[in-house]
Structures are given as C-alpha cells and as structure tokens.
C-alpha cells in the first residue's frame, strides 16, 4: 500500500458556475488521482488545497525556531514551527507527491513558494555541514516519487520551446523536491489557456493521455 500526498496550489475553485473559470491544473490532479485510486484501491490519499488554505509566511521568528535546537525550544518557538512540522510529517510519509501549479507570472504561486519555504529546515529536509566544501547542503530524505502538474497561458515552455528561458515554475520545483526526497520526478502540462482555441483543447486532452499513461507505468 502506497501513501500519495496530492497539493494544489491554484487560487481557483474547481465547482464555479462558469466552467472556464475553473482551475485545469487542479483538474488535472484530480485527474490523476482518480486514475491511480482506480488501479490501487488499498492507497491512501492525503489532500492539501493550498489555494484555499494558504500556508504562513515564514518570519524573523520562525527562521529563530529552526535554528533553535528541538531541546531548547520554548512552547512559542514550538508553536511557529506546528504548521511547518505538520507538512514535513506529510511528506515523510508520502511514496508518492503530486503537485498541481499552474504558472503564475512565468514562476509558482505564491502559496506553493510559501508551503516550500515552510518544508525546507535544516535537521528536517537537509543537513548542512561545512566538511563538504562549497556544497555544504545534502537532503535527508530519499525514495519519493513526484508528479508535478501544471498549466499555463502560453505555450512554448518545454526544453527547446520560444519561451523556455522564461519557464520559472518547473525547473524551480524540480531542483526544490531534491530537498523532499524525490528521485523520480515527472512533469505533465497543458498550454494556450489565454488563447482558448484548439490549440489548448487538444493541450489538454493530451495531459490527460498522458497522464493515463504515467499511472500505467508508476502506480
């Protein structure tokens, strides 16, 4: 039995009136996990909507909390790290992560951003020890698989695309979920959404096919 964690990130809502108004990279997931709860009924499904439940922001005082050794934190320290240790707890636990972003200003949103920087602390996610040199930092976690999930307004994004070298979103969260524990990443995407033509309703009937087909290969 694998444990899945499923975070969406999308500020929309999937149940609007008008469909066009709904969230695709959260369709996407929901997607995905029907298709893998499908094949794998004994799986379990953990589910963070970070879009209607947006993570804190880090502060002065929360950077103190985590450098604070766990013995010597007081109850307040304690308490600014509770959400923090909540979602580490999450994705220690997880075989399988699926993210859904849809770009935002060429990069994530600021919810995802928000949950990432609440994930990463040193004795938790990393080690950092200066004997390594100038590559102090290793990740503590390890055998994670993640599926990242996204959609975006233009096209172009992907390796060798017109606007590759504006693509923010994937290539961040990719070096990021090292720090998570993932060995095996994969990116599935829709493009066009602002041009609402063809284009993007063939984009996203292939999402769909392929992510049929990476369930068939991974689940």
Known sequence: MK???HIDSSVRRTDNSTASYNSISK???????ASWMNKN????????????????????EWIAAAFTPERQRGKEQTLILAQSDLYFEEVAQADVIVITAPMYNYGMPAVLKAWFD???????????????GDFPIEPVLSGKTLVLL????EFGFGAGGVR????????????????LGVDQFYEIGSEYQEFADDRHAASVEKAKRNIESLVKQIG
Do not use: C, W
């Not at 009924?41 to 002065?60: A, C, K």
């Not at 996204?150 to 307004?153: H, R, V």
């Open 164 to 179: 590759e070298h504006m693509n923010h979103l994937s290539p961040h969260i990719k070096e990021l979920t090292k720090y």
């Open 3 to 5: 444990k899945i964690l």
């Open 41 to 60: 009924h004994q799986d379990t499904v953990t589910y963070r909507d970070l879009g209607l439940n947006p993570p804190e922001f880090i502060s002065q």
């Open 150 to 153: 996204t959609s975006s307004g």
């Open 27 to 33: 369709e996407f997931g929901r997607y995905f996990i």
């Open 118 to 132: 609440q994930m990463m602390r040193v004795g938790k996610t990393f080690t950092f020890d200066l004997a390594r």
